[in-house]
């Protein structure tokens, strides 16, 4: 299909708070909204989302391979970076979607979501934790294994980052009770004896999973043998290979899938085939959150004869104190609500695009 226009965006949108994990801390995120149009006017939006934190692709060299393809969209995308792959994966796909406008979707889908709740110390993540109950969440993820203010010597202060990690999953369970569902995940912020020891010390609190405690699946098929907590991939599942060496290595009882990630819904529902999977954000924006969505209804396609019932990541358009979207999915009681319109349904807000521009 010959384009007749692509328009290539750079953007940032700013957190309510600073994101802190295991690898560091964001203060806005940054993406690229790419905009394709056809001979017929119709329009697609696809987005990347680098990612920063974990050593990815940089922004301008996603910037620029997506100009690059631009200019020449007979360049085969398989020589992209994953997340401009992702980006005009999804942009086409919302294009093929908006052209069959009698295909959108009904009012009524939706996808479970899970909480995520950043480092902090233990009462004010419990604090969130409860917030985000309130608005009907079950699942909760919280990221351990990061520095904080109570782990710094220098200042004075000795809690150890163990003890950190342990109280704000004990506050959790402690302020929700015994039903909900706690997982956390330490971004490959543990050696395997570290997380040997911390997973032995969580498995009093119930923990749905982990996921990516440790860097290389060689480690997770060993903690994976040394732990009753279940171990789900990350960072160590990428592609279509590492999610069959990971299952023929016993490393992990599910994985989950970044699009931007691993390059596109296509590769996701692939990965998907191997190993159960749930599909998390990379802190998108309203276009990358709406595709993660619509891929996490097609698992249920999938070939693995285990299809997990488990939320998805998704709900962290929470997370952000703007929108480039006029129209994006909601989160209402738990659940991320799609647009009804066709294709993705997601709308741009042209003013707030322009505000959001780097």
Not at 150 to 167: A, F, N
């Amino acid at each position: 299909m010959r384009l007749s226009s692509v328009e290539v965006i750079p953007y940032a949108l700013p957190f309510k708070r600073p994101y802190v994990t295991a690898r560091g801390v964001l203060r806005e995120r940054e993406m690229v909204l790419l905009r394709v149009m056809d001979a017929d006017g119709v329009e697609g939006l696809g987005e990347a989302v680098p990612l920063s934190l974990r050593g990815g692709t940089p922004l301008g060299q996603v910037v620029r391979e997506l100009e690059e393809w631009a200019e020449d969209q007979a360049v085969e995308i398989e020589g992209l970076s994953a997340p401009a792959r992702c980006a005009v994966a999804v942009a086409r796909m919302d294009l093929l979607g908006r052209r069959a406008a009698d295909q959108g979707l009904e009012n009524d889908e939706a996808v479970p979501c899970n909480a995520t709740l950043v480092v902090g110390e233990p009462e004010a993540v419990a604090a969130d934790a409860e917030a985000w109950a309130a608005d009907g969440f079950g699942t909760f993820k919280l990221k351990l294994g990061a520095e904080s203010a109570s782990t710094r010597p220098e200042e004075g202060l000795t809690r150890t980052r163990g003890s950190q990690d342990v109280g704000m999953v004990r506050a959790v369970r402690d302020a929700l009770g015994p039903e909900v569902r706690i997982r956390v995940d330490a971004n490959q912020a543990w050696d395997i004896e570290t997380a040997k020891g911390r997973l032995g010390e969580l498995e009093p609190y119930g923990i749905e999973l982990a996921e990516q405690p440790v860097g290389t699946l060689e480690e997770m098929a060993e903690l994976s043998a040394a732990t009753s907590i279940p171990l789900a991939a990350d960072e160590s599942v990428a592609s279509l290979a590492e999610a069959e060496e990971a299952a023929a290595l016993g490393a992990c009882a599910y994985t989950g899938i970044k699009l931007s990630k691993v390059g596109g819904p296509e590769e996701a529902l692939r990965i998907a085939d191997v190993l159960p999977a749930y599909i998390t954000s990379a802190l998108d924006g309203p276009v990358g959150i709406a595709a993660g969505a619509q891929t996490a209804l097609s698992l249920a396609e999938t070939g693995h004869p285990e299809r997990p019932h488990l939320a998805h990541g998704l709900a962290t358009q929470r997370l952000f104190a703007a929108t480039i979207a006029a129209v994006e999915c909601e989160v209402r009681d738990g659940m991320l609500h799609l647009p009804p319109g066709p294709g993705l349904g997601v709308e741009i807000d042209e003013e707030a695009l322009q505000a959001r521009r780097i």
